[in-house]
Nanobody, 115 residues
Framework: MQVVESGGGLVQPGGSLRLSCAAS????????IQWFRQVPGKEREPVVG????????HYKGFTGSRFTISRDNAKNTVYLQMNRLTPEDTAVYYC?????????WGQGTRVTVSS
């Protein structure tokens, strides 16, 4: 079982980016998939999640609409759409799957917001 993130890169302030989390070895729609991010020098923090009931979970500090999560069941992939990005959103973004109590992390994808 694994998840692989992609889609990170350099984006200008105010721009948007969509990250992908491709799942393999399990069905993403049957499990809780979460996006985390880690800013250098800080702890990894949860951003948004999507559970098996298709309910979106927002976490403290990310309750607005800038970050949304979605899923393509045919591709077994979960997405993180990020809008109106600011330099403070610069971080490594991680996908995490909770598969009936087994936690699987991806390797992360780096997002840099800079002009």
């Amino acid at each position: 079982m694994q998840v692989v993130e992609s889609g990170g890169g350099l984006v200008q302030p105010g721009g948007s980016l969509r990250l992908s989390c491709a799942a393999s070895g399990f069905t993403a729609s049957d499990n809780l998939i979460q996006w985390f991010r880690q800013v250098p020098g800080k702890e990894r923090e949860p951003v948004v999640g999507l559970d098996s009931m298709n309910s979106m979970l927002h976490y403290k500090g990310f309750t607005g609409s800038r970050f949304t999560i979605s899923r393509d069941n045919a591709k077994n992939t979960v997405y993180l759409q990020m809008n109106r990005l600011t330099p403070e959103d610069t971080a490594v973004y991680y996908c995490r799957a909770n598969i009936r109590g087994t936690i699987v992390w991806g390797q992360g994808t780096r997002v840099t917001v800079s002009s």
